[in-house]
């Protein structure tokens, strides 16, 4: 018959191959930003951060039985935000210069 099935894994070999999963997973970062329980979002100017706004939010989309933001009204000028993963915040450019806007939780 020969070696058909291949050859079988060491026990080391699977749990190399189990920890470089895990090490991948674990090193991934979440920062989705979801909608809170009570629907209130809070954003604060990334510039300006003594004062917080409160934000219209435009569209959401269910993922994993949880509401996501996909568009924030800007508080400036009201035209749709979009999220922006690598600063973890709402940027809008639609006014003079980039405004970045983070959601404060509403502790």
Request: glycine share 4%; aromatic share 6%.
């Amino acid at each position: 018959m020969g070696d058909i099935m291949g050859r079988r894994q060491t026990m080391q070999e699977k749990y190399k191959q189990q920890m470089k999963a895990y090490r991948k997973k674990r090193m991934k970062v979440e920062n989705t930003p979801f909608l809170p329980p009570d629907g209130n979002v809070l954003v604060m100017d990334s510039l300006n951060p003594t004062k917080t706004l409160k934000a219209e939010v435009l569209k959401t989309q269910e993922r994993q039985h949880r509401q996501v933001i996909i568009h924030l009204a800007c508080p400036e000028c009201n035209s749709p935000m979009d999220w922006d993963s690598n600063w973890e915040a709402f940027i809008c450019t639609k006014h003079g210069k980039k405004s970045i806007y983070e959601i404060v939780s509403n502790d």
